[in-house]
C-alpha cells in the first residue's frame, strides 16, 4: 500500500527516513515518519521526536515550546502507533485521554491520521471490492432489482 501524501515535502520526509532506517518493511517506522512528516514543523523539529542512532521516540519531543495543538496531535498518534506509547510515564505526564480518537481527531489532518493507521496495520486494511462488503449491492443491475423486490 501506498499512502497518499499532503505535499511533496511530505513524501520526501517519509521516504528518506524510511531509507535512512531502512524501515522499508516495518509497519512501525512507517506509521512514525508519516505522521512526523505531515508538518513543516514537525519535520523541523524531527531531532526532538525521534533519536536516529537508537531508533526511538523522544518523549521530551512532547514538550516543546514549538509544538502546535494540531502537532501534538500528530506527534501522540505516531508515537501511539509506534510503540503504543498513550501518556502518563515518568519522563512525561500527558494524560492518557489525550491519546483518545475524540482527542486526537479533532483536526483537519484526520483524512492522513487514517492514512497512518492503514501503515501501521496493512494487513487489516486492504481494499475490499464492494462485493465482499455484505451490506452492499455489487453493482447498479443489481440494485435495479434490489428496488423493485422492496
Not at 512514525?32 to 525521534?50: A, E, S, W
Not at 455484505?134 to 423486490?149: G, I
Amino acid at each position: 500500500m501506498y499512502p497518499i501524501f499532503k505535499d511533496i515535502e511530505h513524501e520526501q520526509f517519509y521516504e528518506g527516513n524510511i531509507r535512512m532506517t531502512n524501515s522499508h518493511r516495518d509497519p512501525y517506522h512507517k506509521a512514525l515518519f508519516y505522521l512526523l512528516g505531515l508538518t513543516p514543523d514537525t519535520r523541523q523539529h524531527i531531532r526532538d521526536l525521534y533519536d536516529h542512532s537508537e531508533r526511538c521516540i523522544r518523549l521530551e519531543g512532547l514538550t516543546q515550546g514549538w509544538q502546535t495543538s494540531s502537532t501534538m496531535k500528530l506527534t501522540r498518534l505516531a508515537f501511539n502507533l509506534f510503540n503504543g506509547y498513550s501518556g502518563d510515564s515518568e519522563a512525561n505526564q500527558d494524560h492518557p485521554r489525550n491519546y483518545s480518537p475524540y482527542y486526537l481527531f479533532d483536526t483537519n489532518l484526520m483524512p492522513y491520521f487514517f492514512e497512518s493507521v492503514k501503515l501501521r496495520y496493512g494487513e487489516y486494511a486492504r481494499d475490499l471490492e464492494p462485493s465482499f462488503l455484505p451490506f452492499s449491492v455489487p453493482d447498479r443491475d443489481m440494485q435495479e432489482v434490489y428496488d423493485r423486490e422492496n
